[in-house]
């Protein structure tokens, strides 16, 4: 299984970024996929998940307004849309997959099985 996120890079604040994450070697259309972030020094934290079938998403409160988490089953791919970029929101980005995840476990690490190598995101003041 691999997840591969890509889109990262460095932008002004108030600008916009889309990141992507390609999955293969598992059944996409089966998993509930999320985004996490880490910033430096700190420990990695819940952005933003989509359920299997895109039907229902979450969004950490911290995020909530100026994200939006979007898949396509065709293509194995999952998205982040982050607007209104703040120097706060700078981290490395990781996607990650998880079979079987029930609400109560989905802003957590431990609940996904499959993790990206993580995408840098630079916000510059």
């Known amino acids: 299984v691999q997840l591969q996120a890509s889109g990262g890079g460095l932008v002004q604040a108030g600008g916009s970024l889309r990141l992507s994450c390609a999955a293969s070697g598992l059944t996409f259309s089966r998993y509930t996929t999320g985004w996490f972030r880490q910033a430096p020094g700190k420990e990695r934290e819940f952005v933003a998940a989509?359920?299997?079938?895109?039907?229902?998403?979450y969004y950490a409160d911290s995020v909530k307004g100026r994200v939006t988490i979007s898949r396509d089953n065709a293509k194995n791919t999952v998205f982040l849309q982050i607007n209104s970029l703040k120097p706060e929101d700078t981290a490395v980005y990781y996607c990650?997959?998880?079979?079987?995840?029930?609400?109560?476990?989905?802003?957590?690490?431990?609940?996904?099985?499959?993790w990206g190598q993580g995408t840098l995101v630079t916000v510059s003041s």
């Open positions: 990650a997959a998880g079979a079987g995840i029930i609400l109560t476990t989905l802003r957590t690490i431990r609940a996904y099985d499959y």
């Open positions: 989509i359920r299997s079938s895109g039907g229902n998403t």
